[in-house]
């Protein structure tokens, strides 16, 4: 026997109700979480044009001088001038080297004082008030004394870029170091492994 064929046309039967991946609670509060981040990014970018709104305001009335304190429209047409004659790309690229290479001297130079100071407990005892002082310092302080040391090129930027980043190396890797599980240590100890 052959089932008899359902006629589309007549007799069509209502479209079953779609099964919604989740319940219509779930749907609504989604609905409600979408709608609460689209108004926090609205009053977000409201908030930056807020402020650079005043702020060019300020510079235009010159509430406050705008040599010390330019205009968000100067800072603009600055930028596109640097574009078009080729120079920003120029400055962007010093600053993105002398940036990396300030980092990785700071890491390599970081991670080797730590392995040093993990590897004598004395050297770390004694070392590791200095290392505390040292990060409290405010090193953007230093920036006077070190144009002084260095002039104004590349080598007082490193310099101060290794500053800041050498002790928060220090401090990272060495905690890391001694953070070791005491028993993975043993473990090691026991299979002939040296410090």
């Not at 009335?61 to 603009?76: A, E, N």
């Not at 407990?121 to 302080?141: F, G, H």
């Amino acid at each position: 026997m052959i089932p008899a064929r359902k006629n589309k046309q007549a007799g069509a039967a209502a479209p079953a109700k779609e099964k919604l991946p989740c319940s219509r609670e779930h749907a609504l509060f989604l609905k409600k979480r979408r709608n609460e981040n689209i108004l926090v990014q609205a009053l977000r970018l409201g908030l930056l044009l807020a402020l650079l709104g005043i702020w060019e305001l300020v510079a235009q009335t010159k509430l406050v001088d705008p040599f010390i304190i330019s205009s968000p429209t100067r800072i603009f047409a600055t930028i596109g001038e640097l574009a078009a004659d080729g120079s920003l790309f120029l400055h962007i690229g010093t600053t993105l080297w002398e940036t990396l290479a300030g980092f990785a001297i700071a890491v390599v130079l970081g991670t080797a004082i730590a392995l040093l100071l993990w590897w004598s407990e004395r050297a770390r005892r004694v070392l590791e008030p200095y290392i505390v002082v040292l990060n409290s310092l405010p090193k953007i302080a230093l920036g006077p004394v070190i144009i002084v040391w260095f002039g104004t090129g590349s080598a007082a930027i490193l310099f101060m870029t290794v500053l800041v980043g050498i002790i928060v190396a220090v401090m990272n890797m060495l905690g890391g170091f001694t953070a070791t599980d005491p028993g993975k240590l043993l473990l090691l100890r026991s299979m002939g492994a040296s410090k």
